[in-house]
């Protein structure tokens, strides 16, 4: 189990009542970390925090089961310049949206204030339960669209989590009304800390090969002939080149297993880049069990 008794601070994508908050809740109970929280308000902010700060964790969000990879998580972790923060661990979060109100009564709501993004995956909801001429106000957050209800009538509802709601002290009207039951989040720490192994981990690497026939191939063999399961890979830009890429891949198994450090050995000869990401225990996906 790692030791977090000296870390003093906790950064992670604000603001408060989002779910990244929820995810960096989770990871202070799980390991016991009393850290001052730290709010900021881009990815890019938290990964130069623990970047730049020693004692320190951060929380980022890195995939979502509707809109895929959150890249701007993997170019922050793939360019960090502190060869020492790694991924420590992984949450799933399952995304359950509610409709929130100063108001109980559900019949009073002729307004909705939300996220795009929270407001696009509850349109069978809003267009079946609402109004026909419901009014629909963007806000930059569902934590400012909750806290900014005070500024409108009775009638305004907003849509965000439970812990929102909590924070605000918001009325519950409906609960889960998301679009996709399904929706979740995986949530990650990262920091400067060495995790052991559990014989239940995963490793995350990012690599580039040279632009040339078989140089993928080669890289991945070295996967089937090690019988490493290769749970993930996805690609982004090298931003150095046009048509260079940077492949990220997730598998199974920790770097301090002999398997894996020789098969991380033997692809970083056949890469003209690598960059080692973290080893960590697997979280199991809500959704596995659906």
């Known amino acids: 189990m790692m030791n977090f008794e000296t870390v003093k601070t906790i950064a992670y994508l604000g603001p408060q009542a989002s779910f990244t908050e929820m995810a960096k809740d989770y990871f202070a109970r799980k390991f016991a970390?009393?850290?001052?929280?730290?709010p900021l308000q881009t990815i890019r902010q938290v990964a130069e925090y623990v970047n730049d700060t020693e004692n320190s964790l951060g929380v980022l969000p890195v995939e979502n089961s509707i809109e895929g990879t959150v890249r701007e998580?993997?170019?922050?972790?793939?360019?960090?310049?502190?060869?020492?923060?790694?991924?420590l661990s992984e949450f799933y979060m399952p995304i359950s949206h509610c409709l929130l109100a100063r108001t109980t009564e559900f019949s009073s709501i002729t307004g909705i204030i939300s996220h795009p993004q929270a407001l696009s995956q509850c349109q069978d909801f809003i267009h079946n339960e609402m109004p026909f001429n419901v009014n629909i106000i963007e806000a930059v957050s569902t934590a400012e669209a909750a806290r900014s209800l005070q500024n409108y009538n009775l009638t305004y509802a907003a849509i965000g989590s439970k812990k929102t709601a909590e924070v605000y002290n918001l009325n519950i009207l409906k609960e889960n009304i998301n679009d996709d039951k399904t929706n979740c989040t995986r949530f990650i720490l990262i920091g400067d800390s060495q995790t052991d192994v559990t014989g239940n981990d995963k490793t995350s690497l990012c690599f580039s090969a040279e632009n040339k026939p078989g140089a993928l191939l080669n890289v991945l063999e070295i996967f089937m002939r090690n019988k490493i399961n290769l749970s993930y890979i996805s690609s982004r830009p090298s931003k150095n080149k046009f048509g260079d890429y940077i492949f990220i891949v997730n598998f199974d198994g920790h770097i301090n297993e002999p398997i894996i450090k020789n098969a991380v050995?033997?692809?970083e000869k056949n890469t003209t880049e690598m960059k080692f990401l973290g080893s960590y225990e697997k979280n199991i996906s809500p959704n596995t069990f659906l």
């Open 33 to 38: 970390i009393n850290a001052y929280p730290t």
């Open 265 to 267: 050995n033997e692809i």
């Open 73 to 87: 998580t993997l170019d922050n972790l793939m360019n960090s310049t502190n060869s020492k923060i790694k991924i």
